[in-house]
């Protein structure tokens, strides 16, 4: 028998997926002015995320994802962090 890794089996890191909360978008993107303006208009139904309507304020983003409001339309998109 060989020599087994004490370890146990290598497992692959897989790193964190870059998200952002719906409401904070709203606020980034400058669609609400404030978080309980964001929170209002997520919870009226004004919000669609890839076509539908969510009304979940901690609803997560990620790449690629379009949102609209009203007439106002964007879609995330992430950059990585500089190297230290």
């Avoid at 146990?8 to 909360?21: A, C, F, K, Y």
């Avoid at 609400?32 to 209002?40: I, L, N, S």
């Amino acid at each position: 028998m060989g020599d087994q890794d004490e370890q146990g089996p290598q497992q692959d890191v897989v790193p964190e997926t870059p998200s952002l909360r719906l409401d904070d978008a709203l606020k980034f993107f400058g669609v609400a002015t404030t978080g309980g303006h964001a929170k209002h208009l997520i919870q009226q139904g004004e919000v669609r995320v890839n076509g539908a309507v969510e009304t979940r304020r901690k609803h997560r983003l990620v790449a690629g994802d379009s949102v609209m409001v009203g007439e106002e339309a964007f879609v995330v998109e992430f950059q990585p962090n500089p190297a230290p």
